[in-house]
């Protein structure tokens, strides 16, 4: 298992140490239906007579009953009970329809049942979260899940209504997302409550963290994700096997984040497998020796680390606390023109070949517009745009740009051919260590990890968990 850090759950860590704001969760809960769904057992039987005893049906009822609509008994079967909370099939169909829609595949067959048991794994780590939340008087206000189910639904453009629609319509619902949204609030309250609290970072732990930091600059940094299996010698053929599944789903396409939430059984699952910006003396040897030779976005087959296996996904690289040319604002305007339908790369040709002399000769920002109207294009104006931002094919373009250059066109004829032109340009300010608050908290925030991941252990441990 890789080196814990503190994680910005919106994604970045700068110079391997986020802000205060960034409260990582060690351990995401999984989604059920909010509340307990009785368990619908089959019914007695009415007794239909007993001549014996000389008693009679007193309902009449006939014995070849004719039943209408179909009955299914898997809607509200108990596939789990957890200290008397049960968990039904459809709670686990919900969270794994949610999941297979946010993958964006179709999952059959084996790796399907896998993925279920998972999700049944996490949803029952939910509910012990849940549940000693509330034996410690933890509350979580309705009015709160609510906000922050609107704001989730905001960042999908939907108000909470059509959110949930949407939901409904990808086999999930909302109880599903609130039930994770209660679990995720009550579990972080009572860490804040019982395990915050007991944590301490020394003052000199804070400054050999800054010392070592200062002298490192300029070593390189990877930002990386992980997926990490665990195995032990009598289960590490399985362990593997199970590896080189996921793997196989990542090469067809499967988002590396939904198969982390599901399958790492690391504590970073609960943001997606995002490890953050490490060195590669702190990762296991196995993986230093393979990250230099990595390119961003390339996945990693499963590599044997102690205690199991890791899939590595790298998302980025820079050089400690060296300012990156591609963290520059830049100021752009983009002009784009386009094509009508059937028309063929070879016809558009020609004019693809005076839009590209134009925009190369317009001398600056100030003819953008004139170019624009020359080939019936339009143009849009963009503020605060990091070249790291840009299809890394753009990013080397852009940084060799001078003020008033534009780029070669790119695009395609069916979505329209563009070229984006250098307005401005804030080049980075040379980066200091990380400031004595900001891995304090870090320091911290590692502490409380690994006492919730403890906690939560314990938890699992003590439970009375019934499978159906």
């Not at 007993?50 to 008693?55: I, S």
């Not at 919900?94 to 829609?101: E, G, S």
């Not at 200062?214 to 590896?243: L, M, R």
Request: hydrophobic share 40%; proline share 5%; aromatic share 6%.
């Amino acid at each position: 298992m890789l080196p814990r850090g503190k994680r910005d759950l919106t994604g970045g860590i700068e110079n391997g140490v986020i802000s205060k704001k960034a409260m990582f969760k060690p351990r995401l809960a999984a989604l059920c239906l909010a509340g307990a769904i009785a368990l619908i057992g089959p019914g007695h039987a009415f007794a239909q007579g007993d001549d014996e005893a000389g008693v009679t049906n007193p309902l009449n009822l006939p014995n070849d009953v004719q039943v209408f609509g179909k009955f299914d008994p898997t809607i509200r079967k108990a596939t789990a009970i957890v200290n008397g909370f049960i968990i039904t099939d459809t709670d686990v169909d919900q969270r794994l329809n949610l999941v297979l829609a946010a993958n964006g595949q179709q999952v059959a067959g084996e790796e399907k049942d896998r993925l279920r048991l998972q999700v049944l794994r996490n949803l029952i780590d939910e509910t012990l979260e849940i549940q000693e939340a509330k034996s410690n008087d933890v509350d979580v206000p309705q009015a709160d899940i609510d906000s922050t189910f609107q704001r989730v639904a905001g960042q999908f453009k939907y108000t909470p209504d059509q959110f949930a629609s949407f939901l409904k319509s990808k086999g999930s619902s909302a109880a599903s997302i609130k039930r994770q949204i209660t679990g995720e609030m009550a579990w972080q309250r009572l860490l804040d409550r019982k395990v915050q609290p007991f944590i301490n970072v020394g003052d000199d732990e804070v400054k050999q963290v800054i010392a070592r930091l200062n002298a490192s600059k300029g070593a390189k940094e990877y930002h990386v994700g992980e997926i990490f299996i665990s195995s032990t010698p009598a289960t590490d053929a399985q362990a593997h096997e199970n590896a080189d599944k996921v793997f196989e789903q990542l090469k067809k396409g499967g988002s590396f984040v939904a198969y982390a939430r599901q399958y790492s059984e690391a504590s970073t699952a609960a943001v997606g497998g995002d490890l953050g910006w490490v060195r590669s003396e702190q990762l296991p040897d196995a993986i230093a020796q393979v990250l230099p030779q990595m390119q961003n976005g390339s996945v990693t087959p499963p590599i044997q680390v102690p205690g199991g296996y890791s899939i590595i996904a790298l998302q980025d690289q820079r050089q400690v606390l060296t300012s990156d040319p591609r963290d520059a604002l830049l100021s752009l305007k983009q002009i784009t023109i386009s094509f009508p339908p059937g028309t063929t790369q070879e016809t558009a040709g020609p004019r693809v070949a005076a839009f590209a002399e134009a925009t190369q000769k317009m001398g600056g920002c100030g003819a953008a517009k004139d170019v624009a109207a020359k080939f019936d294009g339009n143009m849009v104006e963009n503020d605060n745009i990091k070249i790291r931002d840009l299809p890394p094919a753009l990013q080397e373009q852009m940084a060799a740009l001078s003020i008033g250059q534009s780029t070669t066109p790119f695009g395609s004829v069916q979505d329209g051919v563009r070229v984006l032109v250098l307005c401005g340009r804030d080049d980075p300010q040379t980066a200091n260590a990380p400031s004595f608050d900001a891995i304090y908290n870090q320091m911290e925030q590692e502490r409380v990890d690994l006492r919730a991941r403890r906690y939560l252990r314990d938890l699992r441990r003590d439970a009375v968990i019934e499978y159906r």
